[in-house]
């Protein structure tokens, strides 16, 4: 058996707020996090649109039934979820997601190089957005881990030489059940490979995207 690969023309949606016009002070691109939708996820940063802020939401490539079919079969429960990528063909997986990105960054900011960026990454969107960050950093000022962590295959070295003259911040909630001892001590190592110490907020909540501390970012 041979495994060969193809290129072909893929639509995929994006969804934003906001409109960039003269009025707008920032862009703001989120990526969701494992089983999440962007077309739910994105209505979380409502509240940056009175502060003339652009969010927008690309959506993760694969996406994926909730529950299995039996499940569904026994609760009519069809929700589906997306993702940016899984351990099966995850470089391509990789490769592909950047390319969209890119698009979708360059389709929104085609005529509005000037305006700051920030890119915000949440859960498993965290090290989709560290690795659009370092292979793209003429595409923003500041860069937002939000309950996640960096990838721990990334160039470090690369990474270092760049976040270094970015701004980022790391974000979790304290009651976030996904965030214990061995994840922050993990997220420790990892900042300690790149060589950086990036501040870190926390709040009173959990795995989630908390409008209080989102404001803090204005």
Known sequence: MHELDL???FRARYYRLGEIN?????????LHGYGQLAKYFLPKFEGLQKHNICVVAPEGL?????????????TGN?????????????????????????????TVMSKSTSIPVTLLGFSQGSATA???????PENYQR????????PPDM???KGHEILSHKEVTLVYGEKDPFINESRLKELTD???????????????GGHEIHEPTLQRFL
């Not at 694969?62 to 026994?74: P, Q």
């Not at 560290?130 to 793209?136: D, K, P, T, V, Y």
């Not at 990892?190 to 009173?204: M, R, S």
């Open 7 to 9: 290129e072909f023309t």
């Open 22 to 30: 003269s009025e707008t002070q920032q862009v703001w691109f989120v």
């Open 62 to 74: 694969s996406r994926f039934y909730m529950e299995d079919v039996t499940k569904r079969a026994a």
């Open 78 to 106: 069809n929700r589906v979820g997306a993702t940016w990528m899984t351990a099966e063909n995850r470089l391509m997986d990789i490769t592909n997601y950047l390319h969209y990105l890119q698009k979708v960054y360059h």
């Open 130 to 136: 560290s690795r659009w960050a370092i292979s793209h």
């Open 143 to 150: 860069l937002i881990l939000w309950a996640g962590i960096f």
């Open 155 to 157: 160039d470090f070295e």
């Open 190 to 204: 990892l900042t300690g490979k790149l060589g950086i110490q990036p501040p870190v907020v926390t709040f009173d």
